[in-house]
T-cell receptor, first 113, second 117 residues
C-alpha cells in the first residue's frame, strides 16, 4: 500500500455521462497530480494541485476538471465522456511542490461504453 | 521541455542473468530522473531516483541505475534477474513549469521486461 488512495478502482459508464474520481494523498503530502494512462498515449500528465491551488496544467481536456479540497483530497471530474476517455487514471502525491519524489496510487480504470 | 526515451519495447532475459533496461534523457539543467515499475492491473511503484550525488543509485528490490552525464543515460540494472521482476518499467524525468511553479513527471514509453526460467 503506497498510502495514496484512489476510489473507485473500476468504473464503467456510458458515453455522454459524467464521473468523479477521488484521490486521497499520503499523510503529510501537499501536492496532488493526476495522470492518464492509455495504450495509444502512454502516461500523460493532466494537472497538479498544491495545498488547494492549481500549480500546473498538462494535456487536460476542457471536459475534464479537478480540484483539491481543504483536507487535501482531490477529485477529477470527467464529463461528456467519449469512448476514447477509457483509460487508467492515476493520482500521485508528494510532500512538497518541487517534485523530488512522487508516490502513485493504484489507479481508477475507467471504461466508457 | 524535458524528455526521456526508452529505445526497447521489450527486454527478455533468463532468470539469474543480469538485466539492463535502457533510458536516455534530454534536459536543460540538472536532471531529476526516476524509475518506476508497473505490474499488471497495479499502480506505479517507485524504484529509485537520481537528483544529485553518486552516479550509481541503489533502489528497491535489488535494482540500481547508473547516471551517465556524457552519454545522457540512466539505465536500470539488476545483477541477477528473477521471474517476479517481469513487469513494465518506466523511466521518467521531472519537468518544471516556468509559470506557476508547478512540476510534473514526463514518462518514457515503457519497456516490458520478461524474465524466463
Amino acid at each position: 500500500d503506497s498510502g495514496v488512495t484512489q476510489t473507485p478502482k473500476h468504473l464503467i459508464t456510458a458515453t455522454g455521462q459524467r464521473v468523479t474520481l477521488r484521490c486521497s494523498p499520503r499523510s503529510g503530502d501537499l501536492s496532488v497530480y493526476w495522470y492518464q494512462q492509455s495504450l495509444d498515449q502512454g502516461l500523460q500528465f493532466l494537472i497538479q494541485y498544491y495545498n488547494g491551488e492549481e500549480r500546473a496544467k498538462g494535456n487536460i481536456l476542457e471536459r475534464f476538471s479537478a480540484q483539491q479540497f481543504p483536507d487535501l483530497h482531490s477529485e477529477l471530474n470527467l464529463s461528456s465522456l467519449e469512448l476514447g476517455d477509457s483509460a487508467l487514471y492515476f493520482c500521485a502525491s508528494s510532500v512538497s511542490g518541487t517534485g523530488d519524489g512522487y508516490t502513485f496510487g493504484s489507479g481508477t480504470r475507467l471504461t466508457v461504453v | 521541455a524535458q524528455s526521456v526515451a526508452q529505445p526497447e519495447d521489450q527486454v527478455n532475459v533468463a532468470e539469474g542473468n543480469p538485466l539492463t533496461v535502457k533510458c536516455t534523457y534530454s534536459v536543460s539543467g540538472n536532471p531529476y530522473l526516476f524509475w518506476y515499475v508497473q505490474y499488471p492491473n497495479r499502480g506505479l511503484q517507485f524504484l529509485l531516483k537520481y537528483i544529485t550525488g553518486d552516479n550509481l543509485v541503489k533502489g528497491s528490490y535489488g535494482f540500481e541505475a547508473e547516471f551517465n552525464k556524457s552519454q545522457t543515460s540512466f539505465h536500470l540494472k539488476k545483477p541477477s534477474a528473477l521471474v517476479s521482476d517481469s513487469a513494465l518499467y518506466f523511466c521518467a524525468v521531472r519537468d518544471i513549469f516556468l509559470t506557476g511553479g508547478g512540476n510534473k513527471l514526463t514518462f518514457g514509453t515503457g519497456t516490458q521486461l520478461k524474465v524466463e526460467l
